[in-house]
């Protein structure tokens, strides 16, 4: 079986966009490929965090990710921290990789313009560290939204470049682009962020669901209820795409241009239909968070195989290198 490796962020909430534009695929993805699923904590110093919520946030993710689907049994979830292999093949990974290669990546380049006050070198290095934590695991495939796939060629060019020097180690990773487009936030848009706080928590009850989506914005023209609409030019539309039957958007496309729905109506549709699906994860949310202890023991357990398996990878890559003798790790 292929391994495939991908890693998101601990911050602390899912919301509908990482669902549906990410965690939905995994879920799918966990049976065809050999998959590791890494609570990234590394890259998320890199930017000013709260030292006192990181515990937290961490398990949150991990409990919101069970609660998804992804599988006790056939995905390695751990926390990236809990493996050193990811750091010390980072800086091994260093020495092939130009200065220059990581100035010209988009997302450094924007993190720092966010960041004015603290662009340190693991804003710079986090390309890299994205290298590590595919290649460490000698992934092959890495599902991944458009934003990413520099990042991803840049990793195929650090094995290149590895390989080259150092003899044939490492594969060379592919992005496997999501099926669903990025999930646009309320305001229509953003791409659906915590930090624009423009999203749809995952875990929200229905009502503030509602509350929320009844004052977002839809096509402009709608200014009253006789107004004819444009589907396309709407958000809400588009969210519906995501949980509402062709059928039903047939209804709503037929409605909206001859004004014979309101907004609202509209509106309260897609709640239901985002519902359907929401629900039984909020179900099985709730399980997990009471189920505490075996989500932590898990993901014990987890790190320690993934160790293992790293360890392999760097004491291969050690005596490529002529880092030898190879002492115990
Ligand atoms: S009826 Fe629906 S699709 Fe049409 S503008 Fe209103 S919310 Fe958007």
Known sequence: MAVLFTGIQPTGFLHIGNYFGAIKNWVKLQHEYESYVSIVDYHAITVRYDTGSMPHNVFEM??????????????NLFVQSEVPGHAELTWIFNTV????????????????????????????DYPVLQAADILIYKGEVVPVGEDQVQHIEFAREVSRKFNVRYGDTFPECKALLTETPRVMGLD??????????????LFEPEEEIYKKVSVAKTDPARKRRTDPGTPQKCNI?????????????????????????????????FVENLMEVL????KSYRDYSS?????????????????AVAKKTIVEVKQRMGLTPVFSI
């Not at 991990?62 to 995905?75: Q, V």
């Not at 229509?188 to 928590?201: F, L, P, Q, V």
């Open 62 to 75: 991990a409990t919101g990710l069970y609660a998804c689907g992804i599988d006790f049994d056939r995905t």
């Open 97 to 124: 990789t130009s200065i220059g290669d990581l100035e010209r990546m988009t997302q450094f380049k924007d993190k720092s313009k966010q960041n004015r006050e603290n662009i340190n070198v693991g804003l710079l």
């Open 188 to 201: 229509g848009t953003n791409k659906m962020s915590k930090s624009r706080e423009n999203y749809i928590a």
């Open 237 to 269: 539309f588009s969210l519906h795409g995501l949980v509402t039957s062709e059928e039903q958007l047939e209804e709503i496309t037929t409605g909206c241009t001859t004004a014979g729905i309101g907004c609202l109506d509209c509106k309260r549709v």
């Open 279 to 282: 629900d039984p994860i909020q």
């Open 291 to 307: 189920r505490k202890k075996e989500v932590k023991a898990r993901l014990r357990e987890n790190a320690e195989k993934c160790r």
